[in-house]
């Protein structure tokens, strides 16, 4: 069974940086688009970033624009998401995904990890 595990969520101030992990086991990175979408509580499901394997082009969400940013290290089988500049409205749990393709296509993914905790809290 293909597999991801996100690490690196926690507790952090408001104005507070995480940067969060996704990593891969039974498959490489390469060959799929990797999203990060998030979970707060009593909501739906959110997209936040979608970055692509054939070149690495990403995108953001609208409330995340300018201060989170994806990045990928195929070496490392692992995709990250930097998270500057933390609100309140940032806590959720962070879930990784893995499209069916190789560009981010909505419905697409295929292959979810089980979740991360970020609480932005004073």
């Known amino acids: 069974q293909l597999q991801l595990v996100e690490s690196g969520g926690g507790l952090v101030q408001p104005g507070g940086s995480l940067r969060l992990s996704c990593t891969a086991s039974?498959?490489?990175?390469?060959?799929?688009?990797i999203g990060w979408f998030r979970q707060a509580p009593g909501k739906e499901r959110e997209g936040v970033s979608c970055?692509?394997?054939?070149?690495?082009?990403?995108n953001y969400a609208d409330s995340v624009k300018g201060r989170f940013a994806i990045s990928r290290d195929n070496a490392k089988n692992t995709v990250y998401l930097q998270m500057n500049s933390l609100k309140p409205e940032d806590t959720a749990v962070y879930y990784c995904?893995?499209?069916?393709?190789?560009?981010?296509?909505?419905?697409?993914?295929?292959?979810w990890g089980q979740g991360t905790q970020v609480t932005v809290s004073s």
């Open positions: 995904a893995a499209n069916r393709y190789d560009y981010c296509v909505n419905n697409g993914f295929a292959y």
């Open positions: 039974a498959f490489t990175l390469d060959f799929f688009a």
């Open positions: 970055i692509s394997s054939y070149n690495s082009s990403a």
